[in-house]
């Protein structure tokens, strides 16, 4: 027998500062309606710009990430090493500096790629919206808030409507996608 869970009642956020808030979008963005078309349009190129160079710079240090970490294997293969803790701290002194050595690349690497991962993430959470505002979809918070009624709780595999999906925005269209750029747009 398939169950579903419980359905609950759409309930839009009391403003367009609480709903960034829970987005995770810069308060920034809270007079965004305000904002001349230029304005908005220089805002969607800057995180577009921003989405392609953290893109490319991350799949940079993700290959050094996946480099270094078969270095390190290679390292322990060619020495024999089956675990850094068997090492002899005297003896195997060498060993033990290189592990070091490789070891901080291996978290600079890491930790680089997590800010670039966290800074993707929150541009791509905010291209939506800017695109969406640029076509004409979102004139108002109001316009999100319907949009959000409209399509909730709904499973767009699942759901077949004609044409429903071609009139839902970036904001909650599933097929929609950071690229390619939206047209009209400089970059």
């Known amino acids: 027998m398939t169950t579903y869970p419980p359905y609950r009642e759409y309930v839009p956020h ?9 987005r995770g979008l810069s308060q920034t963005y809270v007079d965004v309606f305000d904002w001349d078309r230029q304005d908005v349009l220089e805002e969607y190129d800057r995180l577009f710009r921003l989405h392609q160079t953290t893109d490319a710079e991350l799949t940079a240090v993700n290959a050094r990430f996946d480099r270094l970490f078969a270095e390190r294997i290679a390292y322990m293969d ?3 090493i089956q675990h ?18 490789m070891f901080a690349a ?5 930790h680089r790629r997590k800010e670039l991962q966290h800074t ?5 959470r ?3 919206l ?7 979809f979102y004139p108002n918070f109001e316009a999100i808030c319907a949009e959000e009624r409209a399509t909730h709780f709904m499973n767009p595999p699942m759901i077949q409507l004609d044409g429903f999906w071609d009139k839902v925005g970036p904001l909650n269209d599933p097929n929609w996608g950071v690229l390619p750029k939206i047209s009209g747009t400089s970059v």
């Open 106 to 110: 291996i978290a600079e690497t890491s």
């Open 126 to 128: 905010a291209i939506p």
């Open 78 to 80: 060619a020495h024999n």
């Open 14 to 22: 009391p403003d367009f500062q609480s709903w960034l808030e829970a």
């Open 84 to 101: 850094w803790k068997d090492l002899d701290s005297d003896k195997d002194a060498e060993h033990l500096e290189r592990k070091g050595e």
């Open 120 to 124: 993707r993430d929150e541009v791509t």
């Open 130 to 136: 800017f695109a969406g505002i640029l076509n004409d």
